[in-house]
C-alpha cells in the first residue's frame, strides 16, 4: 500500500511537472517518448478490441453484457480498474459494474455452477478478497483460481492467461521470478501492476517485448526506462521488484503453502565442524587451525537441486543463487595479511523435498522438506591468550566462534548444536598409538569416542588434542540496550539519555527485543582443549636441573676446610642453574606469574645457594672446633704438671685480689664510714656455693664484723647468682656443643636429611597442585 501510494504520488509529480512545462513560455512541447521493444513477437488481442485503448477496451467490457465477456470482468476490472477506495459493502459491484455482470458471476454460484461451494459466493467474502487483490502474497479459492482459468480457457479475452500461469502466480506454492515464463510475467503484470508502481497497461509492454523471468530479475531503473516508464515509475517498481525478490532469499523458516512472506521461526543451522590439523600455536598472538565445516538447514522454499554451486552473486538465470545460505562471520580471527584463507570451496547444495518437486525423480528419498548444506575447508588464525602458570604440565583451551552477521538477527537465523555432537575431530597416529580402531578412545582423549577419527595430516609437535567442544549463544548486537556508564553519563550523554527514555518509556518493548531476539545474533564458540607433549622440557629442563642439584652433593665429600673448592663447584653449578632460568625468560612471553618450570628453577637456584651458605657454616665451625681440640691438648700437657698447677694458683688469685680491691673500693664509695679489713684471698673458700655466699653475707650485714670480707663475699655473689652470668654460661656451654655437632655431622645430615627434603618441597611446590 505505501508503494502504491508512493507511485501514485511519482505519477501526479510527473504530471504537475509536465502541465508546467508546457504552459511555460518560450518552452517547446515534449515529444512523447517511445518505448523501445525489445523483439515483434506480440500476443494476438481480440480483433474488435486490438485497436483500442485500454481504457476504452475496459470501458466496452463493462457496458457489454454477453456471458463470456461479463464473466471476463472478472479478471479485468479488480485488476485494472481497482483503487481501494470502494466503499465498504459495494466493493463487488461498483467494481464488476453491477447489473447483468455480476448477476453473471452470482449465477455460477448457484448448484451445478463453477463457484459453488466457493467462499467467494458470499458478498462480504468477494469484498475481502477484491480487497485483498492488491496484496501479492493473497491467494483466492480454489473454487475462484478455477472459475478465473476456466473463463480464460472458454473466452481468451488474453491470449496468456493459462492454467499453467495461473498456476505459477496464485496457486501455493510461487516459485521465485526467474523461472517464470513470459506468460506469467505478462500476467503478474495484469495482476500487479498497480501495487509494482506501473500504469494498468504495462503488461503491454512486457508481453511486447516477451521479456521472461530470468530478463526481468536482471532488471535496473534503466531497463524499466528503456521500456517508457518515467524515472519515478521506474524507480518504484525496481525497489518494489527488488523487495519481492529478497522475500526468496530472506533467512528464516517459511511455509510456501501459507504465505511465503510470513515468517513462522528462525531457519536453524546446524553446524558440523571437522577438526583436521591443529598447524600451530603462538602464544600471546594466535593459533592456526585447518577445519572443514558443514552448515546445514531446512527451506521448504528451494526447489531445484543444486551441487556444488559456487555462485556468491544473484545469477538472474541460476534459482541456486536466490536460495539464502548462511553468511559465516569470525570476529576472533585475524586480519590484514593473516585473513583466513578458503583452501576448498564445495559450494552449496540442495535436495529437493517431496512437498517441492516437480518429479518424482527429482525428490530426495526420505526427505517431506527441503534440504540445504554449505561445505568449505579453511585455514585461519584466531586470537589467542594462554595461561602458562602450569608450564610443562599445563592444559588449555583455545576458542574460535562464528557468527552469523548482524542482518541475519536471532528471530530470522540461528545455530542449533550440541556440545560434542557437532564437532569431529582428526587426531594423528602418534596420538592414538598404533593399535587405535575406529571408535575406540585415546588414552588422553576426553570427549566421545564418535568424534575422532585418524588423521592423514602430520602431527603437531608440540601439542596434544583432548577434547573438542560446541556453544550456542545469543549476543546482543544493539548498542542502545548494551551500554553501561556511570549517574553523570545517564544526565548528560545523549546515546545513554536516550535509551533511559526509551527503556523507562517502554520496557516491555525492550523485553520484547530481547526476547525476540530481534536485537540479538547467534554465534557458535569451538573450543579445543589442549595438552602440552612434556617429554621436551622434562628432559631438557626437570632432569638436567635435576642432575646439576644432585651433582651439587658432591661437595659434602670436600674437606670442610677446604671452602675455596667447595664454593667452586656449588658456584659454578648455581651458574649453570641461571643459564636456564636465562632460557627460559627468553622462549615465554612476558606474563603476571611464574610458570611451574619457573619455580623450578627459582628454587633449585635457592637450593644451590643454600649449599654454598652450608659449605660456609661447617667450614667455620670446622676451624672453631679445630682450635678447640688444639686447646683441650695443650691443657692435657699441663694437667698433671705441679708447676703449671702452681701457675695457675697464682694467676687465680691475682685475679681473684684485683676483684677484691675494686670491689671494696665501690664499697668504701657508697659507705664511706665503714672500714673493711683485708683478708688475704686464700681464706675464701672456692668451693662455697652461691647460697652459702648469700647466707654468709647476710650474717656478715648482721653482726658487721670484720671477720669476713663482705666485698669479696657481694662480687661472688653477683658473678655466680646473675641470670645474664647464667646464661652467659649456658650460652657458651651450647654454642660448643652446636658447633661441635655441626663440625662433625653437618655434612652428613644435610646429605641424607636436609637436603633431600629441600629438594621434595621444590618437587611439591613446583609441580604439585596450583
Known amino acids: 500500500r505505501e508503494r502504491l501510494e508512493f507511485a501514485s504520488m511519482m505519477r501526479t509529480?510527473?504530471?504537475?511537472?509536465?502541465?508546467?512545462?508546457?504552459?511555460?513560455?518560450?518552452?517547446?512541447?515534449?515529444?512523447?517518448?517511445?518505448?523501445?521493444?525489445?523483439?515483434?513477437?506480440?500476443?494476438?488481442?481480440?480483433?474488435?478490441?486490438?485497436?483500442?485503448?485500454?481504457?476504452?477496451?475496459?470501458?466496452?467490457?463493462?457496458?457489454?453484457?454477453?456471458?463470456?465477456?461479463?464473466?471476463?470482468?472478472?479478471?479485468?476490472?479488480?485488476?485494472?480498474?481497482?483503487?481501494?477506495?470502494?466503499?465498504?459493502?459495494?466493493?463487488?459491484?461498483?467494481?464488476?459494474?453491477?447489473?447483468?455482470?455480476?448477476?453473471?458471476?452470482?449465477?455460477?454460484?448457484?448448484?451445478?455452477?463453477?463457484?459453488?461451494?466457493?467462499?467467494?459466493?458470499?458478498?462480504?467474502?468477494?469484498?475481502?478478497?477484491?480487497?485483498?487483490?492488491?496484496?501479492?502474497?493473497?491467494?483466492?479459492?480454489?473454487?475462484?483460481?478455477?472459475?478465473?482459468?476456466?473463463?480464460?480457457?472458454?473466452?481468451?479475452?488474453?491470449?496468456?492467461?493459462?492454467?499453467?500461469?495461473?498456476?505459477?502466480?496464485?496457486?501455493?506454492?510461487?516459485?521465485?521470478?526467474?523461472?517464470?515464463?513470459?506468460?506469467?510475467?505478462?500476467?503478474?503484470?495484469?495482476?500487479?501492476?498497480?501495487?509494482?508502481g506501473l500504469p494498468n497497461t504495462a503488461y503491454h509492454d512486457f508481453l511486447g517485448n516477451w521479456i521472461s523471468g530470468p530478463q526481468w530479475a536482471s532488471f535496473g531503473e534503466a531497463d524499466y526506462m528503456d521500456l517508457g516508464f518515467s524515472k519515478g515509475e521506474s524507480y518504484a517498481t525496481n525497489m518494489a521488484f527488488r523487495e519481492y525478490l529478497a522475500e526468496f532469499s530472506s533467512p528464516g523458516d517459511f511455509d510456501p503453502f501459507v504465505d511465503a512472506s510470513n515468517r513462522q521461526g528462525p531457519a536453524l543451522v546446524y553446524p558440523q565442524l571437522i577438526l583436521e590439523r591443529l598447524v600451530d600455536v603462538q602464544a600471546p598472538n594466535y593459533f592456526e587451525i585447518e577445519y572443514f565445516i558443514n552448515l546445514a538447514w531446512e527451506d521448504r522454499r528451494i526447489f531445484t537441486k543444486c551441487s556444488s554451486a559456487l555462485n556468491t552473486e544473484i545469477d538472474p538465470a541460476d534459482p541456486c543463487s536466490f536460495y539464502w545460505q548462511p553468511r559465516v562471520l569470525l570476529p576472533t580471527a585475524l586480519g590484514n595479511d593473516d585473513e583466513p584463507l578458503l583452501v576448498q570451496d564445495l559450494g552449496l547444495t540442495t535436495h529437493v523435498g517431496a512437498e517441492m518437486a516437480s518429479s518424482p525423480e527429482q525428490v530426495f528419498p526420505g526427505h517431506e522438506r527441503s534440504i540445504a548444506y554449505k561445505q568449505?575447508?579453511?585455514?585461519?588464525?584466531?586470537?589467542?591468550?594462554?595461561?602458562?602458570?602450569?608450564?610443562?604440565?599445563?592444559?588449555?583451551?583455545?576458542?574460535?566462534?562464528?557468527?552469523?552477521?548482524?542482518?541475519?538477527?536471532?528471530?530470522k537465523a540461528c545455530f542449533a548444536a550440541g556440545e560434542r555432537n557437532s564437532t569431529v575431530v582428526e587426531l594423528p597416529g602418534l596420538q592414538l598409538g598404533s593399535h587405535w580402531q575406529e571408535g575406540e578412545m585415546p588414552a588422553i582423549w576426553k570427549g566421545l569416542p564418535h568424534q575422532v577419527r585418524r588423521s592423514l595430516q602430520p602431527a603437531n609437535q608440540m601439542w596434544d588434542i583432548v577434547d573438542l567442544t560446541s556453544d550456542v549463544q545469543r549476543v546482543n548486537i544493539d548498542p542502545l540496550l548494551s551500554l553501561q556508564s556511570s549517574e553523570w553519563s545517564y544526565a548528560n550523554n545523549p546515546a545513554l539519555v536516550f535509551r533511559e527514555t526509551v527503556v523507562s518509556g517502554s520496557p516491555e518493548r525492550v523485553e520484547q527485543l530481547i526476547s525476540d531476539g530481534g536485537n540479538m545474533v547467534c554465534e557458535v564458540t569451538f573450543s579445543i582443549t589442549i595438552e602440552r607433549r612434556n617429554l621436551y622440557h622434562i628432559f631438557n629442563y626437570i632432569v638436567m636441573q635435576l642432575v646439576l642439584v644432585v651433582l651439587s652433593w658432591c661437595t659434602f665429600s670436600v674437606d670442610p676446610a677446604s671452602l675455596d673448592a667447595r664454593l667452586g663447584i656449588s658456584l659454578t653449578l648455581l651458574l649453570a642453574i641461571?643459564?636456564?632460568?636465562?632460557?627460559?625468560?627468553?622462549?615465554?612471553?612476558?606474563?603476571?606469574?611464574?610458570?611451574?618450570?619457573?619455580?623450578?628453577?627459582?628454587?633449585?637456584?635457592?637450593?644451590?645457594?643454600?649449599?654454598?651458605?652450608?659449605?660456609?657454616?661447617?667450614?667455620?665451625?670446622?676451624?672453631?672446633?679445630?682450635?678447640?681440640?688444639?686447646?683441650?691438648?695443650?691443657?692435657k700437657k699441663f694437667m698433671n704438671n705441679q708447676e703449671a698447677n702452681a701457675a695457675i694458683r697464682r694467676l687465680q688469685r691475682a685475679v681473684r685480689s684485683s676483684r677484691m680491691r675494686r670491689a671494696r673500693e665501690r664499697l668504701?664509695?657508697?659507705?664511706?664510714?665503714?672500714?673493711?679489713?683485708?683478708?688475704?684471698?686464700?681464706?675464701?673458700?672456692?668451693?662455697?656455693?652461691?647460697?652459702?655466699?648469700?647466707?654468709?653475707?647476710?650474717?656478715?650485714?648482721?653482726?658487721?664484723?670484720?671477720?669476713?670480707?663482705?666485698?669479696?663475699?657481694?662480687?661472688?655473689?653477683?658473678?655466680?647468682?646473675?641470670?645474664?652470668?647464667?646464661?652467659?654460661?649456658?650460652?657458651?656451654?651450647?654454642?660448643?656443643?652446636?658447633?661441635?655437632?655441626?663440625?662433625?655431622?653437618?655434612?652428613?645430615?644435610?646429605?641424607?636429611?636436609?637436603?633431600?627434603?629441600?629438594?621434595?618441597?621444590?618437587?611439591?611446590?613446583?609441580?604439585?597442585?596450583l
Open 578 to 635: 641461571n643459564v636456564f632460568q636465562i632460557v627460559l625468560v627468553d622462549k615465554m612471553p612476558e606474563t603476571g606469574s611464574l610458570s611451574r618450570l619457573q619455580w623450578f628453577t627459582i628454587l633449585n637456584t635457592l637450593v644451590l645457594g643454600l649449599m654454598s651458605i652450608e659449605s660456609i657454616i661447617v667450614c667455620s665451625c670446622w676451624k672453631t672446633h679445630t682450635v678447640q681440640l688444639e686447646l683441650d691438648l695443650r691443657l
Open 376 to 411: 568449505y575447508r579453511q585455514r585461519a588464525k584466531f586470537l589467542v591468550v594462554l595461561d602458562y602458570n602450569g608450564l610443562p604440565f599445563d592444559r588449555h583451551t583455545l576458542n574460535f566462534t562464528m557468527r552469523l552477521p548482524p542482518t541475519d538477527t536471532a528471530d
Open 13 to 196: 509529480a510527473g504530471a504537475a511537472l509536465l502541465c508546467v512545462c508546457l504552459m511555460g513560455d518560450g518552452i517547446a512541447t515534449p515529444q512523447p517518448r517511445t518505448r523501445k521493444l525489445r523483439n515483434d513477437r506480440f500476443f494476438p488481442k481480440p480483433a474488435e478490441l486490438s485497436n483500442l485503448k485500454h481504457s476504452e477496451r475496459r470501458r466496452r467490457l463493462l457496458a457489454n453484457t454477453s456471458a463470456c465477456d461479463c464473466v471476463n470482468i472478472g479478471w479485468i476490472a479488480p485488476f485494472e480498474g481497482f483503487s481501494g477506495t470502494l466503499p465498504a459493502g459495494e466493493v463487488a459491484s461498483l467494481t464488476f459494474g453491477g447489473g447483468d455482470c455480476l448477476a453473471g458471476l452470482q449465477g455460477d454460484c448457484q448448484p451445478g455452477g463453477q463457484l459453488e461451494g466457493a467462499p467467494e459466493c458470499d458478498p462480504a467474502t468477494l469484498d475481502a478478497t477484491l480487497l485483498q487483490l492488491f496484496n501479492v502474497r493473497f491467494w483466492p479459492s480454489s473454487h475462484f483460481i478455477s472459475w478465473l482459468i476456466s473463463t480464460a480457457d472458454q473466452c481468451q479475452p488474453y491470449q496468456f492467461i493459462t492454467a499453467e500461469t495461473a498456476a505459477l502466480i496464485l496457486i501455493p506454492p510461487v516459485l521465485p521470478p526467474m523461472v517464470w515464463p513470459p506468460p506469467a510475467v505478462g500476467l503478474l503484470m495484469l495482476m500487479y501492476s498497480s501495487v509494482l
Open 668 to 769: 668504701e664509695a657508697l659507705q664511706p664510714h665503714r672500714k673493711l679489713e683485708p683478708i688475704a684471698p686464700t681464706s675464701v673458700q672456692l668451693s662455697i656455693g652461691p647460697g652459702e655466699v648469700v647466707e654468709q653475707v647476710v650474717q656478715a650485714r648482721r653482726s658487721a664484723g670484720p671477720q669476713v670480707d663482705v666485698a669479696y663475699l657481694e662480687l661472688f655473689m653477683l658473678e655466680s647468682s646473675s641470670w645474664r652470668y647464667r646464661a652467659k654460661k649456658r650460652w657458651e656451654r651450647r654454642r660448643k656443643r652446636v658447633v661441635t655437632g655441626v663440625a662433625i655431622h653437618g655434612d652428613f645430615v644435610c646429605m641424607c636429611i636436609v637436603f633431600p627434603v629441600l629438594v621434595a618441597i621444590v618437587f611439591a611446590i613446583s609441580f604439585g597442585p
